[in-house]
Nanobody
Framework: QVQLVESGGGLVQAGGSLTLSCAAS????????MGWFRQAPGGERDFLAA????????YYTDSVKGRFTVSRRNAKNVVDLQMNSLTPDDTAVYYC??????????????????WGQGTQVTVSS
């Protein structure tokens, strides 16, 4: 069983920054690709970023390219999402996810096997 716990969410003004962290209790964490998604009220769970097992390759949706950076600290079983230049449109619950079994494309939520409980990010105008 893999447990993922997000932290770092909160309230920030537009133009500000936040760093989210996802701590994994998983043996072999360094072997798993990880992803970040978000879900606004009434919306779907949207892909934001993903990182391969080594941290050498990262992938982003267009709306966050240049603003968000995903990284991982395998020695501590942690994946981070650095978010800059935040706007009210970034307000959502943010989730991290681990792909352990499927090996499918990292852009789809169905490709992930375990999810965190989510952390709220609210950006005020």
């Amino acid at each position: 069983q893999v447990q993922l716990v997000e932290s770092g969410g909160g309230l920030v003004q537009a133009g500000g920054s936040l760093t989210l962290s996802c701590a994994a209790s998983a043996r072999g964490f360094s072997g798993y690709p990880m992803g970040w998604f978000r879900q606004a009220p009434g919306g779907e769970r949207d892909f934001l970023a993903a990182i391969d097992w080594s941290g050498s390759n990262a992938y982003y949706t267009d709306s966050v390219k240049g603003r968000f950076t995903v990284s991982r600290r395998n020695a501590k079983n942690v994946v981070d999402l650095q978010m800059n230049s935040l706007t009210p449109d970034d307000t959502a619950v943010y989730y991290c996810a681990a792909q352990i079994y499927s090996g499918s494309t990292l852009y789809f939520s169905r490709s992930y096997d375990y999810w965190g409980q989510g952390t709220q990010v609210t950006v005020s105008s």
